[in-house]
Nanobody, 117 residues
Framework: QVQLVESGGGLVQAGGSLRLSCAAS????????MGWYRQAPGKQRELVAT???????NYADSVKGRFTISRDNAKNTVYLQMNSLKAEDTAIYYC???????????WGQGTQVTVSS
Protein backbone atom coordinates (compact mmCIF):
# COMPACT_ATOMS: atom_id res chain seq x y z
CA GLN A 1 0.00 0.00 0.00
CA VAL A 2 1.04 3.55 -0.71
CA GLN A 3 -0.25 6.65 1.04
CA LEU A 4 -0.10 10.07 -0.60
CA VAL A 5 -0.36 13.43 1.16
CA GLU A 6 -0.76 16.53 -0.98
CA SER A 7 -0.26 20.17 -0.11
CA GLY A 8 0.07 23.55 -1.76
CA GLY A 9 -3.27 24.27 -3.38
CA GLY A 10 -5.09 27.54 -3.00
CA LEU A 11 -6.47 30.66 -4.65
CA VAL A 12 -4.31 32.70 -6.98
CA GLN A 13 -4.87 35.38 -9.58
CA ALA A 14 -4.38 34.67 -13.24
CA GLY A 15 -0.72 34.93 -14.14
CA GLY A 16 0.36 33.85 -10.69
CA SER A 17 2.16 30.76 -9.47
CA LEU A 18 1.57 27.87 -7.10
CA ARG A 19 3.63 24.87 -6.09
CA LEU A 20 2.03 21.56 -5.23
CA SER A 21 3.77 18.85 -3.22
CA CYS A 22 2.92 15.20 -2.74
CA ALA A 23 4.71 12.94 -0.28
CA ALA A 24 4.45 9.19 -0.68
CA SER A 25 4.87 6.68 2.14
CA UNK A 26 4.44 2.95 2.50
CA UNK A 27 5.51 0.47 -0.16
CA UNK A 28 7.39 2.97 -2.32
CA UNK A 29 10.62 1.03 -2.80
CA UNK A 30 9.81 -0.38 -6.24
CA UNK A 31 10.19 1.49 -9.51
CA UNK A 32 7.35 3.86 -10.02
CA UNK A 33 5.85 6.76 -11.85
CA MET A 34 4.46 9.72 -9.96
CA GLY A 35 2.34 12.46 -11.36
CA TRP A 36 -0.51 14.90 -11.20
CA TYR A 37 -3.98 14.72 -12.67
CA ARG A 38 -6.76 17.27 -12.40
CA GLN A 39 -10.51 17.34 -12.58
CA ALA A 40 -12.55 20.44 -13.24
CA PRO A 41 -16.27 20.62 -12.46
CA GLY A 42 -18.29 18.67 -15.00
CA LYS A 43 -15.18 17.29 -16.70
CA GLN A 44 -13.28 14.04 -16.64
CA ARG A 45 -10.04 13.68 -14.76
CA GLU A 46 -7.11 14.44 -17.05
CA LEU A 47 -3.37 13.96 -16.92
CA VAL A 48 -1.32 17.05 -16.14
CA ALA A 49 2.23 15.72 -15.82
CA THR A 50 4.12 12.59 -14.83
CA UNK A 51 7.68 11.77 -13.90
CA UNK A 52 9.31 8.36 -13.70
CA UNK A 53 11.75 7.36 -11.02
CA UNK A 54 14.56 7.82 -13.56
CA UNK A 55 13.43 11.38 -14.27
CA UNK A 56 11.63 11.05 -17.60
CA UNK A 57 8.74 13.51 -17.74
CA ASN A 58 5.52 13.84 -19.69
CA TYR A 59 3.21 16.85 -19.89
CA ALA A 60 -0.23 17.62 -21.20
CA ASP A 61 -0.04 20.01 -24.13
CA SER A 62 -2.13 22.54 -22.22
CA VAL A 63 0.52 22.99 -19.52
CA LYS A 64 3.76 22.64 -21.47
CA GLY A 65 6.03 25.60 -20.90
CA ARG A 66 4.08 26.71 -17.83
CA PHE A 67 4.22 23.75 -15.42
CA THR A 68 7.27 21.83 -14.25
CA ILE A 69 7.16 18.47 -12.51
CA SER A 70 10.08 17.30 -10.39
CA ARG A 71 10.77 14.74 -7.72
CA ASP A 72 13.03 14.06 -4.78
CA ASN A 73 13.52 10.30 -4.68
CA ALA A 74 15.16 10.41 -1.26
CA LYS A 75 11.99 12.00 0.14
CA ASN A 76 9.54 10.11 -2.10
CA THR A 77 8.07 13.48 -2.95
CA VAL A 78 6.86 14.91 -6.24
CA TYR A 79 6.37 18.59 -6.94
CA LEU A 80 4.40 20.54 -9.51
CA GLN A 81 5.51 24.13 -10.09
CA MET A 82 2.70 25.97 -11.84
CA ASN A 83 3.47 29.32 -13.42
CA SER A 84 1.43 31.67 -15.61
CA LEU A 85 -1.75 30.16 -14.25
CA LYS A 86 -4.96 30.60 -16.18
CA ALA A 87 -8.59 30.43 -15.16
CA GLU A 88 -8.90 27.15 -17.06
CA ASP A 89 -6.32 25.59 -14.73
CA THR A 90 -8.93 25.73 -11.96
CA ALA A 91 -9.55 22.17 -10.79
CA ILE A 92 -8.95 19.67 -8.06
CA TYR A 93 -5.43 18.35 -8.50
CA TYR A 94 -4.74 14.73 -7.58
CA CYS A 95 -1.40 13.14 -6.94
CA UNK A 96 -0.89 9.72 -8.49
CA UNK A 97 1.58 6.95 -7.74
CA UNK A 98 1.83 4.03 -10.14
CA UNK A 99 4.04 1.02 -9.57
CA UNK A 100 5.86 0.12 -12.75
CA UNK A 101 5.75 -3.60 -12.07
CA UNK A 102 2.10 -4.33 -11.29
CA UNK A 103 0.68 -1.06 -12.59
CA UNK A 104 -1.22 -0.46 -9.37
CA UNK A 105 -2.52 3.10 -9.01
CA UNK A 106 -2.74 5.07 -5.79
CA TRP A 107 -4.35 8.49 -5.42
CA GLY A 108 -4.10 11.39 -3.04
CA GLN A 109 -7.14 13.08 -1.57
CA GLY A 110 -6.92 16.01 -3.96
CA THR A 111 -6.10 19.67 -3.47
CA GLN A 112 -8.12 22.55 -4.86
CA VAL A 113 -6.48 25.06 -7.18
CA THR A 114 -8.56 28.10 -8.05
CA VAL A 115 -7.35 30.73 -10.50
CA SER A 116 -9.32 33.96 -10.56
CA SER A 117 -9.44 35.95 -13.78
Amino acid sequence: QVQLVESGGGLVQAGGSLRLSCAASGSTFSGNRMGWYRQAPGKQRELVATIRSGGVTNYADSVKGRFTISRDNAKNTVYLQMNSLKAEDTAIYYCNFRTTGSGDDYWGQGTQVTVSS
